[in-house]
């Protein structure tokens, strides 16, 4: 009799919960293994324009961008991963970080309103600059061929070769 009391009480949360479930986040896209979520795709959306200094856009366009953007990060992150590329330091992020303050805002409070209005967090912002940075030294020591331009081309060239040799699937319901 207890063993069933006891079964009764575990299945009884169950059958008072709602039948319908909500849709907590959805895949946007999906490079090789690695799922890219509709949160990660508002989140770069404005991140990206917050750094841009151009008003929020979060139109279809700016969605298949962003995915498009992240399906980049992400090839690039798996790289970075399987080598040994220094991420920066604090102080060059927080550095980054002031120069943006400086060149934008006339005041902290003129930062913070813009934080609020693009829905971002001063450690969201700071994890993308410290990614950007990222970025920059890696190109530079995996890609020096002398000048900025050649760089950057044979940086670009090994992206866009990664990214045909990945498994790359869109869900374009998800980008609208």
């Known amino acids: 009799m207890r063993s069933r009391l006891t079964a009764l009480a575990a299945c009884l949360p169950l ?5 319908h479930a909500d849709v907590v986040d959805r895949i946007a896209a999906a490079v090789n293994n690695r799922a890219i979520k509709e949160s990660q795709i508002d989140r770069d959306i404005r991140l990206t324009d ?6 929020l856009d979060e139109s279809a366009a700016s969605k298949r961008k962003a995915a498009d953007r992240l399906i980049d990060q992400t090839v690039i992150r798996t790289e970075l991963a399987k080598g040994t590329y220094p991420a920066p330091s604090d102080a ?13 805002f006339r005041s902290d409070a003129d930062y913070q309103q813009a934080l609020k209005t693009y829905g ?3 450690p969201e ?8 940075l990222q970025v920059v030294k890696f190109v530079d020591l995996r890609f020096a061929k002398g000048s900025l331009k050649a760089d950057n081309d ?5 992206l866009d070769a990664t990214r045909k040799a990945s498994r790359i699937q869109y869900h374009d319901e998800v980008l609208q």
């Open 50 to 55: 917050f750094l841009n200094g151009v008003p």
């Open 15 to 19: 059958a008072l919960a709602p039948a």
């Open 120 to 122: 971002i967090s001063e």
């Open 125 to 132: 912002l700071k994890a993308q600059i410290a990614f950007q």
């Open 154 to 158: 044979a940086f670009f060239a090994w």
């Open 92 to 104: 060059d992020v927080t550095a980054t970080l002031e120069k943006i303050k400086q060149a934008r």
